[in-house]
Structures are given as structure tokens and as C-alpha cells.
């Protein structure tokens, strides 16, 4: 039933075509969207982490609406390009445990980033003077570990990878 | 000394040993490649950003301190980026995308040195809501642009490969 439903995906032409348009604007383009997107959403994350943990409270009033934005709109790039990746190979992907490990872990980067935005930056800002809760300060190690692991996760599955097509399945 | 005779001598190293024949080596360096990447990207990016006023409300001063862990990040990802080309020399140096990369290294460092020596005392005064000079904002968008294009061509480094 899995092997079918991998294989009618294989065959649709979206998955034939990412996987084999003849141009760098195809897969290869994909792939360094996705990198992109990891940038904007984990990139700017860790770097949001790395100033609460370093501050004991805000020297001055913060307004974060701009770089929460890119946030959002990395997470996008990111939700669009590894749908066309997965559709690609899905035997490769769904046939592997790390992929899994991956998927929550970008859930969970997800949530860490929105905890973080509501604890320390309640409406998208937080005035001069006001302390970084310890609630806020445990999310932003949180979001590094699993930010970290999500990068793993996803570097791993070049290498984890069982099957590359569905025929290939037992 | 041709580019042949420095290949040969990189494949000649102990540190070619290791990387080529320790299974583990490469994907361990190529997660702590894409870490250092991601943070040198979101710290430096997240600053570019402000100068270009798409994160206005935040002072640069606040976001300038958290680029020494960028510039760590840097150092992590040219250390690790280094045992790549340690490991398959001639993969890297007949491969037009890593030229590209190298490039756009060079001018993301010279650009650096036009921040810190034309711009940085007057930027890191402004608070949080003030507009950036207009050659700040140009040279934080030639730095996003050159970010993009290094993440872009390390990306196409295995479509160009020899």
C-alpha cells in the first residue's frame, strides 16, 4: 500500500519534474532555497537566542516585528521548497527514521521561536528596562539545541538513506 | 608550484587520511559547517536587516554584539570547510561554484573592512528607530547579497563538480 502510494507519487509530474529538469534552476535551485530559508528562520532565531541569553534586561525599548517577519517568511521558503524536495524523493525521505527526527525537530524549533516571541517580546516588542524572564532565557537555549539538531537531522539524511526509489523497496 | 603539485600534496597529508578514511568525519563536519553557517548568516544577516530598516525598532549597537559569535561561526565553517578540501582537493579546485565561493568570501571580507573603517562609529551611535546613512545601507545590502551568494554557490558546489 506504502510502495504504491510512493510510486504513484514518483510518476506525478511535479515529483518528475523537480527531480529531473535540466537546469540549475531546478533541484539544485530547490536545494539552496532550502538552505535560504534555514538561514532566515534558524539563522535569525539563533541570533535572537544568543542576544537574550547575553542580556540580563533590554538596555533599550525593542520593537521585533521586522525580524519576526523574516522569521516567518524563512519558515515559508523552507515549508515550500522541502514539500518540492519530499516530492522529489519521497521513498528516500519517508522510508527514513531521520527524516521523522527532523520533522519534529522543525516543529519543535517552530514552537521554541513563538514561546520566545511571546515571553520576551509580548506584541512584537519589549520596553527599556524590562528583565529577560528566565522562561524566555530557557527557551532561547532550548531553540539553539534544537535548532542545532535540526540542522543535524537534515545533514544526516544524505547519508541515512536506505532506498532512493520506491522500486527499490522490498 | 601548479595546482596539480598542491593537489597531490593535500591528498599526501595526514588530515586527507582522517578525513577520507574515518566514515564519520565528513557528515560530523558538514553539520558543523551548516551551523556555522546558519549562525554567521542570522547574526550578520539580522544586523543587515536593521541597517536596511526592515528591523527597525531594534538599535544596531544590540544587534552588532552579537556578531563576535558570527565571526566565531565564520572560523568553524572555514575550519571544517578546510578538511572538505583537504579530502577531495581536486573536487573543489577545477569546480567553477567554489571559485565563485571564494570570491564572494573575499569581497563579503573586504566589505567588512569598508563597514568598520567608513561607517561603524556613526552606526553603532544611532538608536533604535534612527534611519542608517545611505552608504551604511549600501554596504549592508552588498553584504546580504554576497551572505546569499556564498550559501547559493556552496550549494551548486556538487552540480559543478569535475
Known sequence: MLTSLLIWLEDTPGSVWVREYPSLFGFPFILFLHTLGLAMLAGVSIAIDLWLLNAVTFARTVRMTGLIRVMWLGLGINTASGVALLLAYPAKALTNPVFYAKLLLVVGGVYAVARINREAFPGGAAIAGAPINAIAKRWAVGSLVIWAGTIATGRLLAYTHSVLFASQLP | ?162
Open chain 2, 1 to 162: 608550484m601548479s595546482l596539480s603539485d598542491v593537489i597531490r600534496w593535500l591528498t599526501s597529508t595526514p588530515v586527507n587520511t582522517v578525513v577520507m578514511d574515518y566514515r564519520w568525519v565528513w557528515p560530523i563536519s558538514e553539520i558543523l559547517h551548516f551551523c556555522g553557517l546558519a549562525v554567521m548568516v542570522g547574526t550578520v544577516g539580522a544586523f543587515d536587516l536593521r541597517l536596511l530598516g526592515l528591523g527597525k525598532g531594534v538599535a544596531p549597537a544590540t544587534l552588532h554584539r552579537s556578531l563576535r559569535y558570527g565571526v566565531a561561526a565564520f572560523v568553524l565553517s572555514a575550519t571544517t570547510g578546510s578538511l572538505f578540501i583537504f579530502g577531495q582537493p581536486d573536487q573543489y579546485f577545477y569546480n567553477a561554484a567554489f571559485k565563485f565561493k571564494v570570491v564572494a568570501l573575499l569581497l563579503l571580507g573586504l566589505n567588512v573592512s569598508l563597514f568598520y573603517t567608513l561607517e561603524a562609529r556613526r552606526v553603532l551611535a544611532l538608536g533604535p528607530n534612527d534611519d542608517v546613512p545611505l552608504r551604511a545601507k549600501l554596504i549592508a545590502a552588498t553584504s546580504l547579497t554576497l551572505l546569499v551568494s556564498i550559501m547559493l554557490f556552496g550549494r551548486m558546489l556538487t552540480f559543478f563538480r569535475p
